[in-house]
């Protein structure tokens, strides 16, 4: 039995501890995921906050697989659904506003001219992912941003 499959079972179990350790190894992966399809730390963080809780309640339904493609199935429809509810009462973030106001160069060795380069693409790829709908959305952030396969993209994607 391999460990994530030992902390998935004891998780069921109840055991408080071994959930946590799920969530440590897997925090990151929703995160990210989050992030990409949010464009927000604040909101991707409730994200995150709010995809483990909603697992931790269903973690005794859990099937069995791949934890990892459960996890992020339930960050991507926690995400759909901040979604849906930032379109009913749409407002611009402070924290948004300063960020983007503010960024800095990746790092000194950085040339203004490379950064500028940099941050251009970067709004403009994100400017494409806005245009997709969300399953679209959410294949390519899975695929190209995360790496995952298409066979775990899949996964993660289906209901």
């Keep these: 039995m391999n460990t994530e499959t030992l902390l998935v079972q004891r998780s069921k179990e109840g055991d408080l501890d071994s959930f946590n350790q799920l969530v440590e190894l897997y925090q990151s992966y ?33 099937r069995g697989g791949s934890f990892r493609s459960w996890i992020l199935r339930i960050a991507a429809n926690t995400c759909k659904d901040m ?56 294949a390519v952030v899975l695929i190209d941003i995360q790496g995952f396969s298409y066979e775990d993209a899949a996964t993660v994607m289906s209901t």
Excluded: C, W
Excluded at 30 to 50: K, P
Excluded at 106 to 132: F, H, V, W
């Design 30 to 62: 929703v995160y990210n995921l989050s992030f990409r399809m949010l464009r927000n730390e604040s909101s991707a963080a409730d994200a995150t906050q709010e995809t483990f809780l909603s697992a931790y309640r269903a973690i005794s339904g859990f």
């Design 83 to 138: 979604m849906r509810a930032a379109k009913a009462r749409p407002s611009a973030s402070l924290e948004e506003l300063e960020a983007s106001a503010f960024a800095l160069p990746q790092s000194n060795a950085e040339l203004p001219e490379a950064y500028a380069t940099r941050m251009e693409l970067a709004s403009e790829i994100q400017k494409g992912l806005d245009t997709l709908p969300h399953d679209q959305k959410l």
